[in-house]
């Protein structure tokens, strides 16, 4: 399924770069040859006979820029700028950087041109009135093919980024599959799988009990609870590689692959600590007040993700079979209606907000602290531990640890196409203009559902990228204020789900999976689930 997303990615990017280049060629949207009249004001008196370059400020009416560019700006336009004299083009030269108080066709311009904020012009018919004023007609450097450029660079920004993301997981998974096979040899990965048995032997029922694959998983799952990514991201690719010595088929995915990372996708995390540090930078009163709605938005993703995964384990069904795929339907049909039903009950009876007051005592400082406290002790207590056992039951600790790290450094390498693929494929959807099509499409649906189209760009944005979510979701808080309604809802979201396709690419490419089967369904089926339930509380509790 993940050939045919990817395909659709690439697809949607690159069609809808080159309608848009067309629409905005044929409307001339960035005034291509276009003048306009424009007034000049010298710092300095300026000396034609002297080759060279002044300070100046240009003044253009609002009448005149909103003619060229079809825009509706409410005010005249003032932009610093250099000006100088080509003596073989005898042409006046314009140079200048946009800033954030230029207008937005002309930031747009700069970007088209490359990562500088630099923009060209040639100023004609120029009339001196004297000598540290002139009037004249500016026309700005010629745009075509903007998305397409922006396909491209984003295209190239994207494969380095996920070569950066590859090569920064060399370090932390030395660390930690070093620290996991001291724990594995020490036994202790082995006391911690028994002790949560009941409960991995429903969701893996395939996975024996005392096989290295449970305790990675374990540890996996734990560490994203307690919201330590950087830990949870080896224990899994750990754990990944295990499943894939079970694995009678090798390039497809297992039934217990596809759960463990739908439990994964879903992002059940007992404190959001990055959408807090978020919230708490952008001046909330209370960041903590999303820790309940992350937690009821991240149980709905959770439940509908491996409800949804056991059913789909069983497609397609043999001939004959049908009436035992519905029996076994029931126990999993009937957990996954019960903890629906209790948590709406908990809602609607107001327990819930019980729940949530419980942290009502702790202050915004207070908080900050206890959770600054928290990930600063959690990592070097799980190392002290994890090696301090196997201290104690007498393992070699530093040829363990080492052997452990370089089985690290080989996963970390061998992602890196699968996380360029991914990651460029993403890359040229959003700068292709696909997710604007998308959201205008889907704003209808969700304005049924009670959906601000304000937070729809992180709802969609959050399952493709991590760091692109986390820029919406900040820039939605700088608008409309983190206590908002807005924004608390999309650090809810944040809280709740998980980067879907990231997860699947970095975890499946570490053990060369193609054939992924039903976990980008039951993926995306929990970052639905927990969009909608995060909706759904949040408007409970604060609509």
């Known amino acids: 399924m993940l050939n045919y997303v990817w395909l659709a ?19 001339n949207k960035f005034g291509n040859g276009k003048e306009i009249r424009t007034e000049v004001i010298f710092t300095q008196e300026y000396e034609k006979s002297k080759s060279k370059t002044y300070e100046v400020k240009l003044l253009i009416s609002k009448e005149d820029f909103n003619r060229i560019y079809n825009q509706n700006a409410d005010a005249d336009i003032e932009q610093t700028a250099k000006l100088s004299y080509d003596n ?22 700069a970007s088209i041109s490359g990562k500088e904020k630099d923009v060209s012009a040639f100023l004609g018919q120029i009339n001196f009135i004297d000598s540290k004023t002139a009037q004249g007609t500016l026309v700005l450097e010629e745009v075509s093919f903007a998305k397409m450029k922006e396909v491209t660079n984003s295209a190239l920004d994207y494969a380095g980024t ?62 994203n609870m307690l919201g330590l990514g950087n830990a949870a991201t080896p224990f899994g690719l750990k754990a990944m590689e295990e499943l894939e010595k079970l694995n009678p088929n090798k390039g497809t995915a297992t039934n217990a692959m596809c759960t463990f990372l739908t439990v994964n996708t879903a992002g059940l995390t007992l404190i959001p600590a990055t959408a807090i540090a978020i919230r708490a930078s952008a001046g909330s009163s209370d960041p903590a007040i999303i820790i309940g709605t992350s937690i009821f938005g991240a149980i709905c993703a959770t439940t509908v993700g491996i409800t949804a995964s056991k059913i789909l384990e069983k497609f397609p069904i043999k001939k004959g079979e049908f009436g035992n795929w519905i029996s076994s ?46 990930s600063i002790l959690a990592i070097p207590m799980l190392i002290f531990v994890f090696i301090g056992y196997g201290a104690l039951k007498k393992v070699k600790i530093y ?65 493709l ?79």
Do not use: C
Not at 518 to 536: E, M, Q, R, T, W
């Open 329 to 374: 339907l029931k126990k999993p049909l009937l957990i996954f209606s019960s903890v629906i039903l209790a948590i709406v009950l908990m809602a609607v009876t107001g327990l819930l907000s019980g729940f949530l007051s419980i942290f009502s005592f702790l202050s915004p400082d207070l908080f900050k602290s206890i959770v600054q406290i928290v």
């Open 399 to 463: 040829e363990v640890f080492v052997e452990g790290a370089k089985e690290g450094f080989n996963v970390a390498v061998r992602i890196i196409p699968y996380l360029v693929a991914m990651l460029v494929a993403i890359g040229i959807f959003r700068a292709g203009g696909a997710m604007e099509w998308l959201i205008a499409a889907l704003t209808p649906l969700t304005n049924v559902i009670g959906m601000p189209a304000e937070a729809l760009p992180m709802a969609l944005m959050r399952p």
């Open 162 to 223: 996920a070569v950066n993301i590859a090569l920064g997981l060399i370090g932390i998974m030395a660390l930690w599959l070093g620290v996991m096979k001291v724990a594995e040899e020490a036994g202790l990965i082995r006391i911690i799988a028994k002790a949560v048995r009941p409960i991995t032997r429903r969701l893996f029922p395939d996975v024996p009990h005392d096989h290295p694959a449970m305790g990675s998983m374990i540890m996996n799952i734990s560490a």
């Open 465 to 543: 990228s991590g760091s692109g979510s986390l820029g919406i979701m900040a820039e939605i808080m700088a608008v409309y204020g983190p206590d908002s309604f807005i924004g608390i809802l999309t650090s809810t979201f944040f809280g709740s789900t998980e980067t879907t396709f990231y997860v699947l690419a970095v975890y499946f490419g570490s053990v060369n999976i193609r054939n992924t089967r039903h976990a980008l369904a039951a993926g995306l089926l929990a970052d639905i689930s927990g969009i909608l339930g995060a909706v759904f509380i949040v408007r409970l509790l604060f609509g």
């Open 9 to 27: 990615l690439l697809i949607l990017g690159i069609g809808a770069a080159v309608v848009t280049d067309v629409v905005d060629q044929s409307n």
């Open 88 to 109: 073989r083009k005898e042409k006046y030269i314009i140079f200048f950087e946009v800033d954030n108080n230029s207008p937005k066709i002309w930031q747009e311009i």
